[in-house]
């Protein structure tokens, strides 16, 4: 009698151990980063202006975007939810009327990254007209600016080129662009990571 | 095979059909003719090839009926690899179990009469008695048991090279059905001179309890080993424990093979200075072992144990990295008789391993201390 107790005792011990060694933590992270809150960062907005006179004329700049200050250890999905840069255009005559008020008809301008075919202004352009670009996707899904697992900071280069589709009759015109980038970052436990966004732009 | 295959199509393999051709042969006309060593062994190849390619398509098939689509290669694979256990199980278990096969020659008697009643209707015969088949265990006939392995290879989706950490855990069952042929041998062995309230003879245990895991890693355990940052995580498990093998006369000492799972949720990571949990995220340790335990008095309870394992450790519900390795289990216990062959009782083990993964830095250490609640047969 007195071996069965000495047993019970012993699993009753072992049964304790076990519930203090894992009894909860004051900080509580989720595996699944939907679920949990994340953190934004906003570039500073860049812009500029460019005047297109004829049909095809074509101007283009290159953008630098840093994200640093990224967790060193990563949640197990990504510690970016997501990132991605604005662009927008406005489209302006140089001598009244100068048009943009949704009556005024213009020359189509397009704008894209990298060469690629983007968004074209409508022809009765009324407010700036916008594109965006996914950036720091997870590099074994692919992509162009994808963000290595682990990594501390990013960087992607993206060129921007406007090109003017239609000419004559159209006078020319002025396009004044607008940039900005913004990030959600994940990071649990919160102060392992002080994420910071920088947007540069570079003439060709 | 490709992930293209239309539902069923393993069954159209050039190794499906040839296997069907060889079982028919062998049945009908080499056993008869040619009675030997080769004809005894033919069909059971076949049939543990058959046997599971047949149950897998059947569910590929009645999936896509009610689905309207094939089914997910993941699920495939899980529907195939349960095809070739449950196919083991009832291959295997006759040839080691004697009740096992009593009710196998039962069974396949209540699958024929349908079909012997049909003929005798056809020409005019009474209707047959319900006669129950003669089996005869021969443990070299769980050498077929590796015919599994083919049937794997034909029927599963998706290529070998690109999914490297599935296929070898793939392997499990395979592994399992080695060990539960090789340790059967000692159970066969002895299941015949089985005593009441002694432990000797064909030993099977169940155990389900708690169980600690303790991991420490030079790799990051809350993203799944993805980077060579040094953390410790600990967990509370709910463990389980299968257990075959048996018992060398006289000196009380049983060996045998088993399988071990054991799942944990919400684990407790500390890292980097930081120690927080790591909600709705699960570690699942499962392990292949070699055991053996002494019972210094044969008709007593108390129980010591030592187990040589193959562990493999991931955190699940992540796209993270598996650890593997060699292990080590410590275990005493103690069991009260139920009924002649079967006790109830309570174990302790402590479990060790040494873990590695593709691309993980160093070695990760595992400790799984645990108690459990066993039911055995002995």
Redesign the interface.
């Known amino acids: 009698m007195s071996?069965?107790r000495w047993?019970a005792g012993?699993?009753l011990l072992?049964?304790g151990?076990?519930?203090c060694?894992?009894c909860?933590?004051?900080?509580?992270?989720?595996?699944?980063s939907e679920?949990q809150h994340g953190a934004s960062v906003s570039s500073a907005q860049l812009s500029g202006s460019m005047l297109l006179s004829a049909a095809g004329d074509t101007e283009s700049f290159y953008l630098d975007v840093a994200l640093a200050g990224l967790p060193?250890?990563?949640?197990?999905?990504s510690a970016i939810k997501n990132a991605d840069l604005g662009l927008s255009v406005a489209l302006a005559y140089t001598k009244p009327p100068v048009g943009g008020d949704g009556l005024t008809e213009m020359p189509r301008v397009q704008m894209g990254f990298d060469r690629q075919p983007g968004t074209t202004t409508s022809s009765f352009p009324s407010i700036a007209k916008g594109t965006e670009q996914q950036l720091f996707g997870d590099c074994?899904l692919g992509g162009e600016y994808c963000c290595a697992?682990?990594s501390e900071q990013c960087h992607g280069r993206l060129q921007v080129t406007l090109q003017r589709l239609d000419g004559a009759p159209f006078p020319p015109v002025q396009v004044a662009w607008t940039v900005g980038a913004s990030a959600t970052t994940d990071s649990?436990?919160q102060?392992?990571g002080s994420p910071t966004l920088t947007l540069t732009s570079e003439a060709p | 095979m490709s992930q293209a295959r239309a539902p069923g199509a393993a069954l159209l393999h050039p190794i499906a059909p040839f296997s069907l051709l060889v079982l028919l042969v062998n049945d009908h006309w080499l056993k008869h003719t040619h009675p030997g060593m080769l004809s005894g062994k033919l069909s059971d190849f076949a049939t543990m090839l058959l046997l599971p390619v047949l149950l897998h398509a059947l569910f590929e098939l009645g999936y896509a009926f009610s689905k309207g689509h094939a089914p997910p290669p993941l699920l495939s694979n899980r529907a195939l690899l349960a095809s070739i256990a449950l196919s083991g199980l009832v291959f295997g278990l006759p040839e080691v179990w004697k009740p096992a096969e009593t009710a196998y020659c039962y069974g396949m008697a209540a699958l024929r009469w349908p079909f012997r009643a049909i003929a005798a209707l056809l020409t005019g015969h009474a209707l047959p008695e319900y006669r129950r088949c003669a089996a005869t265990a021969d443990l070299s006939d769980l050498l077929a048991l590796s015919s599994a392995y083919v049937a794997w290879r034909i029927a599963h989706r998706g290529p070998v090279e690109r999914a490297p950490r599935r296929t070898r855990r793939a392997h499990a069952p395979f592994g399992v059905c080695v060990l539960f042929a090789i340790w059967s041998y000692s159970a066969h062995a002895s299941a015949s001179s089985s005593r009441p309230y002694e432990h000797d003879g064909f030993f099977f245990d169940f155990a389900l309890g708690?169980?600690?895991i303790?991991v420490h890693s030079p790799a990051?355990a809350?993203?799944?080993f993805?980077?060579p940052?040094a953390s410790t995580a600990?967990?509370?498990a709910r463990g389980g424990l299968l257990e075959l093998g048996g018992t060398l006369r006289g000196l009380g000492l049983v060996f045998g093979g088993g399988i071990g799972y054991a799942q944990a949720d919400d684990p407790?990571?500390s890292?980097?200075g930081?120690?927080?949990?790591?909600?709705?995220?699960q570690f699942s340790v499962v392990s292949l072992e070699a055991f053996t335990k002494y019972y210094p008095d044969p008709k007593a309870g108390l129980h010591l144990g030592v187990s040589l394992l193959f562990t493999g450790l991931e955190?699940s519900?992540?796209?993270?990295k598996q650890l593997r390795g060699p292990g080590l289990a410590l275990g005493a216990g103690?069991a009260f008789w139920l009924a002649r062959q079967w006790s109830l009782g309570?174990d302790?083990r402590l479990m060790a391993a040494g873990l590695n993964g593709d691309s993980v830095p160093g070695r990760s250490l595992l400790l799984m201390?645990?108690?459990f609640a066993t039911i055995a047969c002995h």
């Open positions: 071996r069965v047993h012993a699993g072992t049964f151990a076990l519930g060694f894992a909860s933590a004051p900080v509580i992270c989720r595996s699944d679920l060193k250890l990563w949640p197990s999905s074994a697992f682990g649990c436990p102060d392992l | 708690p169980e600690l303790y990051s809350s993203n799944g993805r980077q940052i600990t967990a509370l407790i990571v890292t980097l930081q120690r927080f949990e790591l909600s709705g995220a955190l519900g992540v796209s993270g103690y309570l302790a201390p645990g108690v």
